[in-house]
């Protein structure tokens, strides 16, 4: 029994061999987690809005991107953008930001969704009311609508991004040394199995929460600035609908 | 670059063959098998006693908040390969079947926590007069369950259970990490012995859009008709 309680020897070993490729594994999962969100909310925002426009033909193409890049699986865009663009506009590869470019690409198509339909959920009065007020396009979404659906959209940007962070570990199809590839290496080169799998689990499991705990901040101060008491909020029912 | 007919029309036949063979039975089986586990961890996350519902929904989000890819690459090489059931194949094809029931375990476990959250949303939706009305006629707790609760909360966890095996299915290239032969590693495989990756990467693309779609269109349909 005194084993289970003890770190055996062998795991602090491994990782102090090891600890250094595993702060680099970690730092590109962050960058990627950090900078493939980031271009995942600005591209959800845009394609959001124009699925929300009266021209008709921006609301069109907006359905077709997101339609197509929810349609097609990640792995495959990945593939596209690593495989098939350089050849196509001869602009080299850059594996780091071919991955970025892919999952913000997916996510945000994916977070679009959820970003029209927290859009849609705001009562319809208030936009009827922007009308009769006749206001400029850009003050009622900045002013009057904007400030709502902000609310309604983090829990299910929430869970996406959580998603996202765990979508970082597609590095591991195009040889770039994320958290995934570097403890498969250093497994390849036989370094203690469960240690390095492990200690790259439970990082990826607390990056995860600290995404969704930081997310979940911004959304009780969005409630509040509503003047709304937080709510305990349904993430999972947030994005379902977003994922089909 | 050209886009080469040829490559085209050689590769198809082999990666629908992919598709069908192994990408597809994938999602089915673990879809399936997702759903049953979801509706024992939503239910076992209700029934259980305080702490042992604590540690139940604990392990259900460690499995949740880490990366499939790592997930199979841990339950292949740590856990099973240590137990030489891999090493003890008769042939390659045994060896690549065994490969994918470990990826049917990874995806079906992965997916029923969040199923098990679908039918969490559903059972929550049931009106607490259903419960009542269950107590008032001393069903067993089994048969409130059985009769009462499951059947609606199904009808209303239905779509999103849909919207998650859709999820699934284009996860379904993770299997790459385990060098299961689905449909996108072929893809690679074909395209980097012709030194072209559009003909074959286009396929792929549109494979899961004609497959993806129409189940997602189907799903919002459902949305609109079960929920209420």
């Not at chain 2, 074909?190 to 549109?206: H, K, P, Q």
Request: glycine share 6%; hydrophobic share 55%.
């Amino acid at each position: 029994m005194a084993e289970l309680f003890t770190v055996p020897a062998g795991v602090i070993s491994t990782v102090q061999a090891n600890w250094q490729q595993l702060l680099g594994g970690l730092k590109i999962t962050v960058e990627l987690s950090v900078f493939g969100g980031a271009l995942a909310f600005v591209i959800a925002v845009v394609l959001g809005l124009a699925a929300m426009t009266r021209f008709a033909v921006l609301r069109m193409i907006s359905r077709i991107i997101v339609e197509f890049f929810r349609g097609t699986s990640l792995v495959v865009q990945l593939f596209f953008l690593v495989f098939v663009t350089p050849v196509v506009f001869g602009w080299g590869s850059h594996p780091l930001v071919f991955a970025f470019v892919a999952l913000g690409l997916n996510y945000g198509a994916y977070g679009s969704e959820v970003v029209r339909g927290a859009l849609t959920a705001v009562p319809k009065e208030q936009w009827e009311c922007t009308t009769a007020l006749s206001m400029p396009w850009v003050t009622k979404i900045r002013r009057i609508i904007w400030p709502q659906a902000w609310a309604l959209m983090l829990p299910g940007l929430n869970s996406l991004m959580v998603m996202l962070v765990k979508g970082t570990a597609i590095a591991l199809f195009i040889g770039l040394l994320d958290l995934t590839s570097v403890s498969d290496n250093l497994q390849k080169q036989g370094a203690e199995r469960f240690t390095v799998y492990g200690i790259s689990f439970v990082l990826y499991y607390l990056l995860a929460m600290a995404f969704s705990a930081f997310l979940r901040r911004i959304e009780v101060r969005a409630q509040r600035r509503l003047g709304l008491k937080p709510t305990k909020t349904d993430t999972n029912r947030a994005t379902a609908g977003a994922l089909a | 670059m050209h886009w080469d007919w040829s490559i085209a029309r050689d590769a198809l036949p082999v990666m629908l063959k992919a598709f069908f063979e192994v990408t597809l039975v994938v999602t089915v089986v673990a879809s399936i098998l997702s759903a049953l586990l979801g509706l024992i961890w939503a239910i076992g996350l209700r029934e259980m006693p305080g702490a042992l519902s604590k540690v139940l929904a604990f392990v259900l989000s460690l499995l949740r908040n880490t990366p499939i890819p790592l997930q199979l690459l841990i339950a292949a090489y740590a856990i099973v390969q240590p137990t030489g059931w891999l090493s003890h194949t008769s042939s390659l094809a045994q060896y690549q079947h065994r490969l994918i029931i470990i990826g049917i375990v990874v995806f079906a476990l992965q997916y029923s926590t969040y199923m098990a959250e679908s039918y969490r949303g559903g059972i929550e939706s049931i009106r607490s007069g259903q419960w009542e009305a269950a107590t008032a006629l001393s069903l067993p707790r089994r048969r409130t369950w059985q009769a009462v609760i499951v059947p609606q909360a199904m009808r209303a966890a239905l779509p999103s259970l849909g919207n998650w095996a859709i999820a699934m299915f284009k996860d379904t290239p993770y299997l790459i990490a385990i060098s299961v032969p689905e449909m996108v590693s072929q893809a690679q495989d074909i395209g980097g012995n012709n030194f072209s990756y559009i003909e074959v990467m286009t396929i792929a693309g549109l494979i899961f859009l004609v497959a993806s779609y129409p189940t997602a269109i189907l799903m919002r349909t459902l949305e609109k008709k079960l929920v209420y």
